[in-house]
């Protein structure tokens, strides 16, 4: 049974969430159709595009993405906009959306009753709540990218399989895990031979790119706290490793990045593993899963399929 999004996304319990959305039967998103002959790589760019104006919207951050030819990964963490003022809030929405002509006359500094400032006020807390939602931020997206590919195609019709999956990572190691999983979909399915080589991916744009509109790795503040060389090291290291199932990898042994890690080969693998299997809807250890089962009101059991991480 699909779980309500409040049981999945529970920002008391962490910022950072790995989403999956996947294109209806043999609908393509992006690549070469082979059955039709139809090629839709143009698309890759207009939907990194379009995350990137909703990330510069939204008071979410994009910390990796992989876009693939039936389904694109995020792992998106979501920041409080409760300090925003009421005025920053009608005007970043009103750039998406089309809102309420008083709301408009307050961006405008006309002036209004106490009634209509009510109103406004009342309105800018909806949006307020909007910008810091991960549903509104993927129901903007996908509608985006849904309704362009349907003209483009001259199709109606759902262009999605399904809402939206989305998994809670619960700690920096269930990031780490999910954002190196995240940028090595191109190399394991033999799509691209190595990370700098995956294009449309967040690992491409860090490598490539001095200035990057992703959610920095570092060690400020509000940073991914790894520093981008071990990171791309990390991700090159377990990118070689032959996954049973995956047809690409990166030829050669692992280097021993993983061990400065503190992380059994294996164990890492494993782990690795789970973000592509369906129905579970968080990672950390089993007591920070217990602890994100009572955020969300739901009992900590086998069928919820949550994903421990390996002590």
Same mark, same amino acid.
């Given at each position: ?15 950072? *969430? ?5 294109? &209806? ?14 090629? @839709? ?30 389904? @694109?990964?995020? &792992?998106?963490? =979501? ?24 709301? %408009? ?17 009342? %309105?800018?807390? &909806? *949006? ?18 849904? +309704? ?6 001259? =199709? ?30 191109? =190399? +394991? ?10 294009? @449309?991916?967040?690992? %491409? ?99 919820? %399929? ?6």
């Amino acid at each position: 049974m699909t779980l309500p999004r409040k049981q999945l996304i529970s920002i008391e319990a962490t910022p950072f *969430y790995h989403i999956i959305t996947r294109c &209806v039967r043999r609908a393509f998103l992006c690549g070469k159709d082979t059955h039709s002959g139809n090629c @839709y790589e143009h698309r890759r760019k207009l939907i990194v595009d379009r995350i990137k104006e909703l990330a510069g919207v939204f008071n979410i951050d994009v910390c990796a993405y992989a876009i693939m030819s039936n389904h @694109y990964h995020l &792992v998106l963490k =979501v920041n409080c906009t409760n300090d925003w003022s009421e005025r920053k809030c009608l005007i970043d929405w009103s750039s998406l959306c089309k809102i309420p002509d008083i709301c %408009q006359r307050y961006i405008k500094h006309e002036g209004l009753s106490k009634a209509e400032l009510a109103f406004v006020y009342l %309105q800018a807390d &909806v *949006y307020r709540k909007r910008l810091m939602d991960i549903s509104w931020f993927m129901k903007l997206l996908n509608e985006h990218i849904a +309704r362009s590919a349907n003209i483009e195609d001259n =199709v109606t019709g759902s262009f999605w399989e399904s809402r939206f999956k989305s998994q809670a990572l619960l700690d920096e190691r269930a990031l780490l895990t999910c954002m190196v999983y995240v940028d090595l979909n191109p =190399v +394991r399915a033999a799509i691209a031979k190595t990370p700098e080589g995956s294009d @449309y991916t967040s690992i %491409q744009e860090r490598i490539m790119t001095k200035k990057s509109d992703l959610l920095n790795i570092g060690f400020g503040e509000n940073d991914i706290p790894y520093t981008l060389t071990d990171y791309c090291d990390l991700v090159d290291a377990t990118g070689r490793a032959i996954i049973i199932g995956k047809t690409g990898s990166i030829p050669a042994d692992l280097p021993p990045i993983l061990k400065r890690l503190n992380l059994n080969e294996s164990t890492w693998l494993n782990e690795l593993n789970q973000f592509k299997n369906k129905g579970q809807t968080a990672a950390g250890t089993v007591q920070q899963l217990k602890a994100f089962c009572k955020s969300v009101h739901k009992k900590c059991r086998r069928g919820i %399929q949550l994903v421990p991480a390996l002590e």
